[in-house]
């Protein structure tokens, strides 16, 4: 990543084709998951119209989608923006561990986030350790890299303290208020970690509960009195409560299972699993039972979790593998599988729903594919969209070498026909 932070939009951004852009932008011949092929016009960060392709003529920049399928942006609900590409930085044969100082903190995160945006997440939610050694330092840092990516994403940052009961936890439990008055959105932290995990949810939901903000909280706990307590406690309130990666609940009998199913339901609690790992580690990596959860009401969201930190030194932070594994492995339908990872990440998140429809926010997500499914499976080319303004781009290329071939790749020997490349998806 260039040391220079990430550029922001202005009057003087140009368009796919280098022109400037106008407060307006029409994209042309996109597929819709129903099939329409379709023309988009984008204008004060909504979509202002959507009309069969061809039919809607107006100035300004045109982005060519075809051979695009044309997607609302997923979002990212459970990202760790403070350890994020710290994987090389620590652990045995590393030159050293990773430093932990404000600005290094800040370029990992400005990093982890941009790469994130490229796959397609325009809004996310990330959970930032607070207490202990580094104090706020490391939110701090994460708020200042939420104001860099102004116009690129919305980064909205949870504050995680370790303990919050007893004399241990009494300093962490007045840093959580501080937390809030610095910019923090939301309140989380992983109760299974406090001596008593129910003084830990109530204290969360107590001082979530006084600033109206949303809750969302770590737990794999196996313990069904546990989750039990957790939905009777998060029923009350009024804001938002998320709870993940809940992967305890696939190690339960199937009676017990569906018993802590229904209370979350009943509570209106959101479970955002973790598709690619979790973010605990390899001994307790699983999945939420997510179809056991749906049966029974539960709205479930899909995050990435770890991105290359010590918990998952290969995540890839990308939406469309988390729903790709949704699908090849937990046997969702594609079409939920994508759902789990934007309407309802935005949902959990407290954002507004996106459509492909006239007065929806213009966050979208083009993808080089013609079905969802196809496009889960091989989802390399992307441009992405951003209220209404196209803030990054994956192209790909595949080339195919002729077996016969014994010169430089993709150029076959003199005389025979150019049949070495092709378009990549």
């Known amino acids: ?7 922001q939009p202005d009057d003087h951004t140009t368009d796919a084709a280098g022109s400037p852009a106008s407060s307006a932008l029409t994209l042309c ?3 819709l998951t129903d099939g329409r092929v379709v023309d988009v016009r984008l204008g004060g960060g909504r979509i202002e119209a959507v009309g069969t392709a061809g039919s809607l003529i107006a100035p300004g920049p045109r982005l060519d989608l075809r051979g695009h399928l044309l997607l609302p942006a997923p979002a990212e609900p459970h990202a760790h923006s403070d350890t994020a590409l710290t994987a090389d930085g620590a652990g045995p044969g590393a ?4 430093s932990q100082h404000p600005d290094d903190v800040q370029r990992r995160a400005t990093e982890a986030a941009l790469l994130q945006l490229g796959h397609g997440a325009t809004a996310l939610r990330s959970h930032v350790r607070i207490g202990d050694v580094q104090g706020l330092g490391a939110l701090e840092a994460v708020l200042q890299t939420r104001r860099s990516l102004r116009g690129l994403a919305d980064l909205t940052a949870v504050a995680v303290p370790r303990l919050l009961t007893g004399v241990a ?10 937390a809030l008055k610095m910019g923090a959105g939301a309140l989380g932290g992983c109760p299974d970690l406090d001596p008593d995990p129910a003084g830990y949810t109530e204290a969360v939901l107590e001082v979530a509960a006084e600033h109206g903000c949303p809750v969302d909280l770590h737990t794999d706990s196996d313990d069904p009195a546990r989750l039990a307590r957790f939905a009777a406690m998060a029923g009350g309130m009024r804001q938002g409560v998320s709870i993940g990666p809940c992967a305890g609940l696939s190690r339960l009998p199937d009676e017990a299972a569906a018993r802590a199913a229904d209370q979350l339901a009943a509570a209106g609690v959101t479970v955002i699993c973790l598709p690619q790992g979790g973010c605990c580690g390899a001994e307790r990596r699983g999945t939420a039972p997510v179809r056991l959860l749906r049966a029974a009401g539960v709205r479930v969201a899909a995050g990435s979790g770890a991105l290359r930190d010590l918990a998952n030194p290969v995540g890839r932070g990308d939406p469309l593998e988390a729903a790709f594994l949704l699908a090849s492995q937990s046997g969702l339908r594609p079409e939920h599988a994508y759902e789990a990872v934007s309407t309802e990440a935005r949902r959990a998140m407290g954002l507004p729903e996106v459509r492909v429809e006239a007065g929806f926010p213009a966050e979208l997500l083009a993808v080089r594919g013609e079905q969802l499914a196809g496009v889960l499976s091989l989802a390399y080319s992307r441009i ?8 990054a781009r994956t192209s790909a290329v595949r080339e195919y070498c002729d077996s016969d071939t014994d010169s430089s ?3 076959p020997r003199q005389g025979r026909p150019d049949s070495g490349t092709g378009g990549g998806p």
């Open 409 to 411: 790749f993709g150029l």
């Open 95 to 98: 030159p050293g561990p990773a």
């Open 169 to 178: 936890g009494a300093g962490n439990l007045a840093m959580l208020r501080d």
């Open 29 to 31: 011949g996109a597929r």
């Open 1 to 7: 990543m260039p040391d220079s932070q990430p550029r």
């Open 384 to 391: 992405v969209v951003h209220r209404g303004r196209v803030v």
